[in-house]
């Protein structure tokens, strides 16, 4: 199956779990009519600099960042950390984290989401 970039499509979310600014989601694959029911997520997620998504913790999925451009502070639960690009970050079931968008160029990353059976 095959999709051009045309075909995503673009949803800004304010706030986004308590983060600051605006987190634009570009779904490339939409959960319920093109992904398996145990994929919730596959985006591109861009944020602003000092933009964020704010803490949260994972229940029954786990959730993947592969940075594309920019550069993030993640809160990897407690651990603070750096990412550049082609860094990459995989968050469990029962483990939380946050990403920030630092330096004075958008924050570009891929999320995946994948529910536990």
Same mark, same amino acid.
């Given at each position: 199956m095959f999709k051009s970039r045309? /075909?995503?499509s673009l949803e800004v979310r304010s706030s986004v779990r308590g983060g600051t600014g605006d987190a634009n989601f570009l779904h490339i694959w939409k959960k319920d009519t093109e992904l @398996? #029911? @145990?994929? !919730?997520?596959?985006?591109k997620i861009v944020l602003k600099p000092g933009d964020s998504i704010g803490y949260h913790v994972h229940e029954g999925e786990d959730e993947l960042y592969y940075i594309l451009a920019g550069r993030a502070e993640t /809160? /990897? @639960?407690g651990v603070? !950390?750096?990412l550049l690009p082609g860094d990459s970050t995989l968050t469990r079931s029962g %483990?939380?984290? #946050?990403i920030k968008s630092l330096g004075p %160029?958008?924050?570009e990353l891929l999320a995946t989401i994948v529910r536990h059976s």
């Open positions: 045309n /075909d995503a @398996n #029911s @145990n994929m !919730r997520l596959y985006a /809160d /990897d @639960n603070m !950390r750096e %483990e939380g984290h #946050s %160029e958008n924050l």
